[in-house]
């Protein structure tokens, strides 16, 4: 049916293209672009028996013009940014200059400030309109699915949502005394920052980890979490009407959290300039390139991850509470993919957002997160594509 282009080949966009290979009915030819043209290349080897026709090439895309460049060669249906979020707003202006659709998992983030809002991509909506084109933006599993799996509550099981409590539990471990499960810097930046919450309106912002709560998941046990700043409470926030309060939690050990509290003691999770043998390094990239690499960890990570939303609201004039969520064997996604289960539950939806964009099923020129499309071919598609959804009708609740 089509071609895109896919940007990044780490550990979540060799999952999506693992899986575009899958599909290759709906991506019959996809390009591989990223910093390092070996990492495209090997896995341009390894998928060398799929059916999907697949070429790689070395792209900087902080530079506008080399995507377009890259673009008006290639001449993509679509673009796919798996690269990092620093990179979101080249690429989405290298997609307008050549009036070529875009998907991502993640919002920009400047690099010289710890802070993730949609305000950025948001603000090209009447220029992707303009040019007849469409970005769908956080197709990924936290933000992408949980607004999926929001939309769908809304849609068959309330009249009236009235709270969200996002739950993303990773009960794998990989054996070693700290590692992230995906790209470091990111991650760091995101669990160090303050938390925060949508309650009746505004935003209530809290110390980070400052608000912990336990929760039982089921295929991971009992477990201790803490709430954190989230992209997509801001998006449903906007997108969910009705809704009072929003709220984003994350499963952490106890090893992770004393590694990390070390870590930002001795400063090296700041993201300042520092100067060290006449050279200006940043302590947090630093940390990144002696941590391991996420990529890595497929083989050695055991257990399960467990992610959803639990709601509450109103249906035919009754109070109701349901639960949607996924369970995703790390070692299943390994087998399948080469990939342990955070790269996995973000590949997949990745591709499938990318795939209702290019067969047109969600298509609207303009700039749209996940929820404001009928979730209804993506929830089929989830189940088809490896990570099949489960519901309660009478969940546990988190005061
Ligand atoms: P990785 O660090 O493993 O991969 C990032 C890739 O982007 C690498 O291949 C890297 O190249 C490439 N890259 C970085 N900078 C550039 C550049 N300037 N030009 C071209 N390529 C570049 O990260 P992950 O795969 O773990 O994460 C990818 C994205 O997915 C991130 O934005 C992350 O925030 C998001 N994410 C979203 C989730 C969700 O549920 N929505 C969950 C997890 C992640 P090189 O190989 O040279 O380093």
Redesign the pocket.
């Known amino acids: 049916m089509g071609k895109a282009l896919i940007?990044?080949?780490?550990?979540?966009?060799q999952v999506a293209i693992h899986k575009c290979c899958q599909n290759s009915s709906v991506f019959e030819s996809i390009m591989i672009?990223?910093?390092?043209r070996e990492?495209c290349d090997a896995l341009k080897d390894k998928l060398k028996d799929s059916k999907t026709h697949i070429e790689t090439a070395q792209?900087?895309?902080?530079d506008t013009q080399q995507v377009v460049n890259l673009i008006r060669m290639y001449q993509p249906d679509v673009v796919l940014n798996?690269?990092?979020?620093?990179?979101d707003l080249s690429i989405m202006d290298a997609c307008l200059a050549t009036k070529t659709s875009y998907v991502d998992?993640?919002n920009y983030e400047p690099r010289e400030t710890a802070k993730f809002e949609y305000s950025w991509q948001w603000a090209y909506h009447d220029r992707f309109k303009e040019a007849g084109i469409m970005a769908l933006l956080?197709s990924?599993?936290?933000?992408?699915v949980t607004g999926v799996f929001s939309a769908y509550a809304l849609k068959h099981q309330f009249d009236e949502i009235h709270t969200i409590d996002i739950l993303d539990a990773n009960g794998g471990d990989h054996g070693y005394p700290f590692a992230t499960n995906?790209?470091p810097e990111?991650n760091i930046r995101e669990v160090t920052a303050n938390g925060s919450y949508w309650e009746n309106g505004r935003w209530i912002e809290t110390e980070p980890m400052a608000i912990k709560r336990s929760y039982c998941f089921e295929g991971i046990g009992q477990k201790d979490m803490y709430l954190l700043h989230h992209e997509e409470i801001e998006s449903l926030a906007k997108n969910i009407p009705g809704i009072r309060r929003i709220r984003f939690f994350m499963t952490f050990g106890q090893q992770y959290l004393t590694h990390l509290k070390c870590l930002e003691n001795v400063g090296m999770t700041s993201i300042k300039p520092i100067l060290f043998e006449g050279k200006e390094i940043i302590p947090l990239q630093f940390l990144k390139a002696v941590l391991p690499?996420?990529?890595s960890l497929g083989p050695r990570t055991v257990g399960k991850t467990n992610i959803g939303c639990i709601f509450q609201g109103i249906k035919d004039d009754q109070e109701k509470t349901y639960r949607l969520y996924n369970i995703c064997d790390h070692q299943e996604s390994y087998r399948e993919v080469g990939s342990q289960a955070?790269?996995y539950?973000?590949g997949v939806p990745a591709m499938i957002g990318t795939m209702l964009l290019m067969n047109q099923t969600w298509f609207k020129p303009g700039v749209y997160n996940v929820e404001s499309f009928d979730p209804d071919p993506f929830m089929d598609a989830l189940n088809e594509w490896g990570l099949p959804w489960q519901e309660d009708h009478s969940p546990e609740l988190i005061d």
């Open positions: 940007i990044g080949c780490g550990g979540v966009a672009a990223s910093r390092t990492k792209l900087d895309a902080d798996l690269a990092l979020p620093y990179q998992t993640a956080g990924g599993f936290d933000p992408g995906f790209n990111i690499d996420p990529a955070i790269s539950t973000t």
